[in-house]
């Protein structure tokens, strides 16, 4: 007899983000406002998380903490050393660089070569569906093209997470 092997289906689960008892209070005194009060979150890898609230509750504050553009009052946020890009309520893209451009500033910062940039922006433009915009100007686009331009470029930061606030509608190509 051939001895019994066990299987579990059961995957381990690995965190791609934890937030640990976090509170985010802005100001001091009576005019200090707390927007994240002792607020707890796992998101697994390959996981995908909504946060829905009121406008004011806190959205986009626990966002930018997750991104480290801020840090919490109390508490921690790790995000076990991988990257988390962010993507803005508004495209907050630079009006005087072209589409082109505006994707570059990412792997430009982080000193990718610019053959190397140049390749990257061409499949993200093709992968949000904006092939041929690349010399284009913020102004000359609709909103919905804005908002595919600053997710490519969220994407061009090869994150391994992207968060985005605020979005009303679904983002469709």
């Known amino acids: 007899m051939r001895p019994m092997t066990t299987i579990t289906d059961t ?31 796992s998101v697994g890898q390959h996981e995908f998380l909504s946060i829905v609230g009121a406008s004011g509750c806190g959205k986009s504050t626990l966002l930018s903490l997750v991104a480290g553009l801020d840090r919490p009052t109390t508490g921690s946020v790790v995000t076990a050393g991988h990257r988390v890009a962010m993507m803005f309520q508004e495209a907050a893209l630079f009006p005087w660089l072209t589409v082109g451009a505006n994707i570059e500033v990412p792997m430009k910062v982080n000193g990718v070569p610019r053959a190397e940039r140049r390749a990257r922006v061409a499949e993200l433009l093709e992968l949000v569906r904006l092939t041929g915009f690349a010399r284009r100007r913020p102004h000359e686009l609709s909103g919905g093209m804005r908002q595919r331009v600053a997710m490519a470029r969220a994407l061009a930061q090869d994150a391994t997470s992207c968060s985005w606030t605020n979005r009303s509608a679904p983002w469709t190509p």
């Open 11 to 41: 995957p381990t689960r690995v965190s791609a983000v934890e937030v640990d008892t976090i509170s985010k209070v802005f100001g001091t005194g009576t005019g200090a406002v707390t927007a994240i009060d002792g607020m707890s979150v």
